[in-house]
């Protein structure tokens, strides 16, 4: 089992950047693929990116990709998102999801942790 918890959100114009943060407890943090997830209000928590335990392989949503990187850094157990040129519409609450095998999935489903969440508003 791991413990993850974010930060990083806040408000931001459109055009701009935030960073958010994942903090992990550190439990073989590395055999753990995550990922960033987000729900903006009324709808389904929605995938963003993904990332393989080693930080080797990354995967992103059509939405964003272009725009964020999702990267780790195994040492001090933390899961990064590098979010710019930031848009209206990429307002949600954000959550970082870790899943203990070799897969890297999409799905929120498939992912048994989760943070608490933190809240990126993007104003026009």
């Known amino acids: 089992q791991v413990a993850l918890e974010e930060s990083g959100g806040g408000l931001v114009q459109a055009g701009g950047s935030l960073r958010l943060v994942c903090a992990a407890d550190g439990r073989a943090f590395g055999g753990y693929a995550l990922a960033w997830f987000r729900q903006a209000p009324g709808k389904e928590r929605e995938f963003v990116a993904n990332i393989n335990g080693r930080g080797s392989s990354t995967y992103y949503s059509d939405s964003v990709k272009g725009r964020f990187t999702i990267s780790r850094d195994n040492a001090k157990y933390m899961l990064y998102l590098q979010m710019n040129s930031l848009k209206p519409e990429d307002t949600a609450v954000y959550y970082c999801?870790?899943?203990?095998?070799?897969?890297?999935?999409?799905?929120?489903?498939?992912?048994?942790?989760w943070g608490q969440g933190t809240q990126v508003t993007v104003s026009s």
């Open positions: 999801a870790a899943f203990n095998g070799i897969d890297v999935p999409i799905r929120a489903s498939s992912y048994p942790f």
